[in-house]
Each structure stands twice: as structure tokens, then as C-alpha cells.
């Protein structure tokens, strides 16, 4: 069982930035990729970015490189997700998931976080 709960979603203009924080729990987390999907409306869930746990390792879509780092703070056992030069497209609910690695299969979902990029 793992558990996952995102925050800092918030409104903010285009041109700025936001960090949003994903908390996981659990017995297994570690074992699994933590990543990052969005979903605006009309528009099917899409991957952003994911990272290892253990050995921190990151990937993310081309639509967001050099925008956004995601990062780990294995204190806080909390993976976050820095987003700069934020555009209205970015605009969609984020979603925090563990995914098995190696696989493209979400074993857990947090309930996601509101961000809005006005223009």
C-alpha cells in the first residue's frame, strides 16, 4: 500500500513559477517510479515527468523540458515537481503516481492538485 497526496497547485500568471509536492507513505514506495501526470479538460491524462526513488533518475515530456525539475527529498519523503516559465497550456489537474518500474502501469494515484496559469 502506498499513499500519495500532491499540494501546492494554486493560480498563477504566465511567466511564473510554482513547486508542487507530492508526500508518499507506505511500506513500498520506494521500489516504484513517482511521477507526474496532468489532465485539463477535454483532454486525455498525459505523462510529465517521473523520477527513481532510490537511484533518481529523471524523465520527462518534451513539452516541459527545461521548464520543469523534478526532485526528491528523501527526508521529507516528498518528490517535488518545479515548474518555470509556466504557459496557459500547462493549465490541468496534477496527479502524483507510482508507477512499477519498467512498466507504463499506475499502481496508486494521488488526488490531484489545481493548477491554473492565466495569461
Known amino acids: 500500500q502506498v499513499q500519495l497526496v500532491e499540494s501546492g497547485g494554486g493560480l498563477v500568471q504566465a511567466g511564473g513559477s510554482l513547486r508542487l509536492s507530492c508526500a508518499a507513505s507506505?511500506?513500498?514506495?520506494?521500489?516504484?517510479?513517482i511521477t507526474w501526470f496532468r489532465q485539463a479538460p477535454g483532454k486525455e491524462r498525459e505523462f510529465v515527468a517521473g523520477i527513481n526513488w532510490s537511484g533518481g533518475g529523471t524523465y520527462y515530456v518534451d513539452s516541459v523540458k527545461g521548464r520543469f525539475t523534478i526532485s526528491r527529498d528523501n527526508a521529507k519523503n516528498t518528490v517535488y515537481l518545479q515548474m518555470s516559465s509556466l504557459k496557459p497550456e500547462d493549465t490541468a489537474v496534477y496527479y502524483c503516481?507510482?508507477?512499477?518500474?519498467?512498466?507504463?502501469?499506475?499502481?496508486?494515484w494521488g488526488q490531484g492538485t489545481q493548477v491554473t496559469v492565466s495569461s
Open positions: 507506505g511500506r513500498t514506495f520506494r521500489r516504484y517510479v
Open positions: 503516481a507510482a508507477e512499477r518500474p519498467g512498466s507504463d502501469y499506475v499502481d496508486y
